[in-house]
């Protein structure tokens, strides 16, 4: 089995930045792809980036792109989700997901792998 465990989030100002970390533990030897998710206050899941862990291949949502960058630590097995110019509608509950097969999706359905969310909180 694969956990993940994710870390760094908080609280910022409206500009600031914060730096997300999932760190995988366990059998990840075929873990293919991995993604950020965020749940805003009262409303549903939605993919923030992707990234095959192998290539490097990333896709990102409209509304962070150019603020936001994933990577993946293939050594730490880690992933990381840097976030720039953050806003107070980046507020959420962050996770990090993983499957076993390549794919640049979006969609919570893709992914049978979760951590258990940590929160970012934008003032502005």
């Known amino acids: 089995q694969v956990q993940l465990v994710e870390s760094g989030g908080g609280s910022a100002q409206a500009g600031g930045s914060l730096r997300l970390s999932c760190a995988a533990s366990g059998d990840t030897t075929y873990v293919r792809s991995m993604a950020w998710f965020r749940q805003p206050p009262g409303k549903g899941r939605e993919g923030v980036a992707s990234i095959w862990t192998g290539g490097g291949t990333t896709v990102y949502a409209e509304s962070v792109k150019g603020r936001f960058t994933i990577s993946h630590d293939n050594a730490k097995t880690t992933l990381y989700l840097q976030m720039n110019n953050l806003n107070p509608e980046d507020t959420a509950i962050y996770y990090c997901?993983?499957?076993?097969?390549?794919?640049?999706?979006?969609?919570?359905?893709?992914?049978?792998?979760w951590g258990q969310g940590t929160q970012v909180t934008v003032s502005s």
């Open positions: 997901a993983a499957v076993r097969v390549r794919t640049n999706s979006l969609l919570t359905g893709f992914y049978n792998i």
